[in-house]
């Protein structure tokens, strides 16, 4: 075959640091824009991105060409020195060193969508940690509980 095709969509979830509340409502709506642009610049277009005070989530079509720790690292990094520069306490931002990733069948793109969309409601009632959790737990993810956060 001499073409190499690739449909491949995840959901990415990292947190803040310490899940300290960095993200104010003000400043969402430009890091989401913001991390779209790094993900289409790295041909890895986002479908959604939402985010609460303390943690983000990506849903997006991964790159054949580009590893997903990679793909990961580089939003990260570039969301996180833009942050630094936008004031308002954010000179200390950082994210934590961990994410989680999960494929997504294109079945289940309107599903994940609905649930991204609905991050503040869901998020009066479950804790970021006990959300993680339960996304390891659902994908059959093992885990050491010593070294999922920091």
């Not at 642009?37 to 041909?43: A, P, Q």
């Not at 990506?58 to 790159?63: A, D, K, Q, T």
């Not at 833009?82 to 989680?100: D, I, R, V």
Request: include cysteine; glycine fraction near 4%; aromatic fraction near 10%.
């Amino acid at each position: 075959m001499p073409q190499s095709l690739a449909h491949i969509l995840i959901h990415v979830i990292f947190s803040t640091k310490e899940r300290y509340p960095f993200l104010n409502a003000d400043v969402r709506p430009e890091l989401h824009a913001y991390a779209a642009t790094v993900l289409k610049s790295l041909d890895s277009p986002a479908i959604l991105i939402n985010s609460v005070a303390d943690h983000v989530h990506v849903l997006c079509r991964l790159s054949k060409n580009h590893a997903v720790s990679k793909l990961i690292q580089e939003v990260k990094t570039s969301t996180s020195k833009w942050l630094k520069t936008k004031g308002g306490g954010l000179a200390e931002f950082h994210w934590q060193n961990g994410y989680g990733v999960f494929s997504v069948s294109p079945s289940q793109v309107n599903s994940v969508r609905r649930y991204l969309e609905d991050q503040e409601a869901h998020h009066r009632h479950i804790s970021f940690q006990d959300e993680f959790r339960d996304f390891l737990t659902r994908h059959g993810v093992e885990f050491d509980e010593r070294y999922v956060w920091d």
